[in-house]
């Protein structure tokens, strides 16, 4: 069964409000108000939302995605973080786990050991994201040692696109 039937089996070029036949799509706003009633509010609404939707997949075609995140190391006295924004490749593994090496050598002692099997934690979390294909935003992870009740801890954060793909 082609569940994309009614317009010719391509949804992106064609469309088919009332499923009687494939109209092409240009690229510009769907004529909803020729289709659908005049007074019709609801069809209004969802022709402007469909507009909206059709006009970002077709700059998505046109720019590349961004891949933004952080690894941050923070307390109530300490902060440092180690952020990416790219394109159009996201950072691999390997670039993760570097970026959590170069944030660790810059710890000082005594913070690093107040977070130092968080800092693990977290590493096999990006190697774990990895070999499931990578994370994809919106991520927020937060790792703390065990039995830290003060706010020492790494946070892993995806903002956009992906991150630690293998």
Same mark, same amino acid.
Not at 131 to 158: C, L, M, P, W
């Given at each position: 069964?082609?569940?994309?039937?009614?317009?010719?089996?391509? #949804? @992106?070029?064609?469309?088919? #409000?009332?499923?009687?036949?494939?109209? #092409?799509?240009?690229?510009?706003?769907?004529?909803?108000?020729?289709?659908?009633?005049?007074?019709?509010?609801? !069809?209004?609404? @969802?022709?402007?939302? +469909?507009?909206?939707?059709?006009?970002?997949? +077709? =700059?998505?075609?046109?720019? #590349?995605?961004?891949? /933004?995140?952080?690894?941050?190391?923070?307390?109530?006295?300490?902060?440092?973080?180690?952020?990416?924004?790219?394109?159009?490749?996201?950072?691999?593994?390997?670039?993760? =786990?570097?970026?959590?090496?170069?944030?660790?050598?810059?710890?000082?002692?005594?913070?690093?050991?107040?977070?130092?099997?968080?800092?693990? +934690? !977290?590493?096999?979390?990006?190697?774990?994201?990895?070999?499931?294909?990578?994370?994809? !935003? /919106?991520?927020?992870?937060?790792?703390?040692?065990?039995?830290?009740?003060?706010?020492? /801890?790494?946070?892993?954060?995806?903002?956009?696109?992906? !991150?630690?793909?293998?």
């Amino acid at each position: 069964m082609n569940t994309y039937g009614y317009v010719g089996g391509n #949804p @992106i070029v064609y469309f088919d #409000p009332e499923g009687l036949e494939s109209i #092409p799509w240009d690229g510009g706003a769907i004529p909803w108000d020729d289709i659908f009633d005049k007074g019709g509010r609801i !069809a209004a609404a @969802i022709g402007r939302g +469909a507009n909206v939707l059709f006009a970002c997949l +077709a =700059l998505s075609g046109d720019q #590349p995605e961004i891949h /933004r995140g952080r690894i941050q190391a923070q307390s109530g006295t300490y902060e440092d973080s180690e952020s990416w924004s790219q394109s159009p490749n996201p950072p691999t593994v390997a670039d993760g =786990l570097m970026k959590l090496d170069a944030l660790v050598s810059r710890m000082p002692k005594r913070f690093f050991k107040k977070v130092n099997f968080a800092v693990e +934690a !977290a590493r096999r979390w990006i190697v774990n994201a990895g070999n499931s294909g990578g994370a994809f !935003a /919106r991520v927020s992870k937060t790792f703390q040692n065990h039995g830290v009740t003060n706010s020492e /801890r790494i946070d892993i954060e995806v903002i956009q696109g992906k !991150a630690f793909v293998p």
